[in-house]
C-alpha cells in the first residue's frame, strides 16, 4: 500500500472519527464567556497574538468559532469542514500532497497547518490572498473545488439552526448571522492554536539537556549563515520570516504554480510561496505547497542540492554542501519542534435546526 494511500485512508477515518453529532438544546453560557481574554502563551511564544480592534476575543465567540470549524454544514453538500483539511489530529493539516473538497475533487496545492497562523503576517494562504485570519477563514467556503458554497448559502444554512442564531446574537448582538460574523468567530478560534514549550523551547531558556547532542549541532546548522543558513527564512519564534520566496518547488513543471504573482501580477513574485512555520513539523507532512515531499531528509536533500533554477529563484537558495551527518542533524534538531498547547478535542455537539429530528442539515 503507497503512502498516498495510507494516508488517504487514515484521513478518512480521523475526519469521521472527528464528526460531532447535532443537538437541539437551548444555547447556555458561563459565567464571564463574553468577557475580554487572554491567550495562554506556552513556553517559547515571546508575544500574544495581534488582535482586531474590531474582533475581541471571548471564550463564547471561540466556541463558537470551534463549533462552525468542524461544522460540515458550511459547504454545499455538508461532507466538508475547515477540520476536513484542517485535521488537529494531523497538525492541524490533511496528511495529502494536495487537498480534496466536495465530490472528491482535489485542489492543487497542500494544506498549510493552522498552527500559529494567529502570527501571519503580510497575507494569509500559500500566496497570501487573504489579508488576515477573518478574511481566510471564509474563503474556502465559496471556493468551489473545497467546499463548494456560496457565503449567501452558508449564512442562510446557519440562520436556519437556532443554536446558531443564539450564539451569534449574544456574542455580535444580532441573532441575524452575517458572513463576516462568521469570519470573525473562525478566526477567534483559529487565534488559540498556539504551539509552543517544545525541546527547542526549553533548551533555548536554558535547559541543555533538552536536546540531543544531535539536534544541538542541527540548531547550530540552522543558524550558521554560512552553511545551512535556514534562519535566512525561517526566524524568530515562529520559525518564519512570514515572507514569500521561490524555491524552485515546482518550477520544473510544464505549467508552475506561479504562486504570489497570481495575486500581486509582479514579475519578481512568480514561484513565491509564503515561508510556513517549522513548528511541530513531524505532524504537516507532505511539505511544501504541492506536498511533493514526505521526509525531512527529502527536504532537506533538496535544500542541499539548491533548489531548482529558474528565473525568479530565492538568492539565498544554492547548493549546501551538507554532509550525510550535518543533513541527519538538522533533521534532528527540526524533530525537536513539537511543541504543546495546540491539540484540541473537536466539540461533542453541535447545534441542530429545530426542524429536524436528527442528523446533518
Not at 12 to 38: I, Y
Not at 165 to 178: C, L, V
Request: charged share 20%; proline share 6%; with cysteine.
Amino acid at each position: 500500500m503507497s503512502k498516498t494511500f495510507k494516508a488517504m485512508c487514515l484521513v478518512g477515518l480521523l475526519t469521521a472519527a472527528c464528526q460531532p453529532q447535532t443537538t437541539e438544546q437551548a444555547t447556555q453560557f458561563p459565567p464571564g464567556a463574553h468577557d475580554p481574554m487572554e491567550i495562554d502563551l506556552p513556553l517559547g511564544i515571546e508575544a500574544a497574538p495581534p488582535i482586531p480592534d474590531d474582533n475581541p476575543m471571548t471564550a463564547a465567540k471561540v466556541e463558537l468559532g470551534k463549533q462552525l470549524f468542524f461544522d460540515p454544514r458550511l459547504s454545499s453538500d455538508g461532507t466538508v469542514s475547515c477540520a476536513t483539511c484542517h485535521n488537529p489530529v494531523l497538525g492541524f493539516t490533511d496528511g495529502r500532497p494536495v487537498s480534496m473538497g466536495v465530490v472528491g475533487q482535489e485542489g492543487g496545492r497542500s494544506a498549510p497547518t493552522v498552527i500559529n497562523l494567529a502570527y501571519a503576517q503580510l497575507g494569509v494562504f500559500w500566496d497570501g490572498r487573504a489579508k488576515d485570519l477573518e478574511e481566510q477563514a471564509v474563503g474556502p467556503i465559496a471556493n468551489p473545488i473545497e467546499m463548494g458554497n456560496t457565503h449567501r448559502a452558508a449564512v442562510a444554512t446557519l440562520n436556519g439552526i437556532r443554536g446558531y442564531r443564539e450564539q451569534f446574537e449574544a456574542i455580535f448582538g444580532s441573532a441575524d448571522i452575517t458572513i463576516d460574523n462568521v469570519g470573525k468567530a473562525l478566526a477567534a478560534f483559529e487565534r488559540t492554536i498556539i504551539s509552543g514549550n517544545s525541546a527547542w523551547d526549553r533548551f533555548t531558556a536554558g535547559d541543555q539537556s533538552a536536546l540531543s547532542e544531535s539536534a544541538q549541532r542541527g540548531w547550530t546548522l540552522f543558524q550558521d549563515r554560512e552553511k545551512a543558513n535556514c534562519i535566512a527564512c525561517h526566524a524568530g519564534f515562529n520559525l518564519t520570516d512570514n515572507g514569500y520566496h521561490n524555491l524552485g518547488v515546482g518550477m520544473d513543471e510544464e505549467v508552475p504554480d506561479q504562486g504570489r504573482y497570481i495575486v500581486t501580477q509582479a514579475e519578481e513574485d512568480r514561484g513565491r510561496f509564503k515561508t510556513p512555520t517549522l513548528r511541530d513539523i513531524l505532524y504537516t507532512r507532505p511539505y511544501m505547497h504541492d506536498g511533493r515531499f514526505w521526509t525531512l531528509a527529502e527536504v532537506v536533500d533538496f535544500y542541499n542540492d539548491g533548489g531548482f533554477r529558474n528565473p525568479t529563484l530565492d538568492q539565498e537558495i544554492k547548493p549546501l554542501r551538507l554532509t550525510d551527518q550535518e543533513k541527519a542533524d538538522l533533521v534532528e534538531f527540526m524533530r525537536a519542534l513539537d511543541g504543546e498547547g495546540w491539540q484540541v478535542q473537536p466539540p461533542t455537539t453541535l447545534p441542530q435546526a429545530a426542524s429536524t429530528a436528527a442528523g446533518l442539515q
